[in-house]
């Protein structure tokens, strides 16, 4: 779920899948790409609920179980409206108050500005299961890590205090 409060032409975004590790996916896509239509806002910040993590990415239990055509699809709507954010016009800021693992790392990598507690872990989980950067992720963070820093934290797979990422 991706709760969305507006004030002052500011829109906060807040993961709730607490449970699940605020997961994202098609529906938090959907609801994203919906608030980035509204004309009167001027910015965005998204958060995670809690403090354990932050987005470990894709619910891959809910794309199991939906089958690999509609995982797939699910998987360029995600795309797509990551690519939305990243093209938005006014200012993005991801607050990171938990762990970012996988898909967590692609989602914060469309945003101008990620800001991270000191308690926060990053990592690239991506190459552990033996996925690659389904939602554009790898292109968006060459915009900050050179080609040689991202495929080095891809192929180690460490976890990465908030300070090293």
């Known amino acids: 779920m991706l709760q ?6 500011i829109a906060l975004l807040i993961l709730d899948h607490e449970d699940r ?18 004309k009167s806002l001027r910015g965005l910040i998204l958060t995670g609920i809690g403090t354990r993590f932050f987005c470990t990415g894709g619910n891959l239990s ?17 795309r797509e409206a990551l690519q939305a954010l990243q093209k938005w016009p006014h200012p993005t800021v991801a607050l990171v108050n938990g762990d970012c693992f996988g898909g ?3 989602l914060v990598s469309a945003f101008d500005l990620v800001l991270a507690t ?48």
């Not at 809910?62 to 995600?78: D, I, P, S």
């Not at 690659?132 to 891809?154: E, S």
Request: aromatic share 8%; charged share 20%.
């Open 21 to 38: 590790g605020n997961s994202f996916g098609s529906n938090e896509a959907a609801v994203l790409a919906k608030t980035l239509k509204n």
């Open 62 to 78: 809910e794309q199991a179980a939906t089958g690999a055509q509609k995982a797939f699809a699910a998987q360029g709507r995600v």
């Open 118 to 165: 000191p308690h926060a872990l990053f990592g690239f989980w991506q190459r552990k299961l033996g996925l690659t950067y389904g939602w554009g992720g790898g292109a968006r963070l060459l915009r900050r890590l050179t080609p040689q820093a991202l495929a080095t934290r891809a192929l180690e797979t460490r976890l990465m205090t908030a300070s090293e990422a």
């Open 4 to 9: 969305v409060h507006t004030e002052d032409s």
């Open 104 to 106: 967590g790392t692609e």
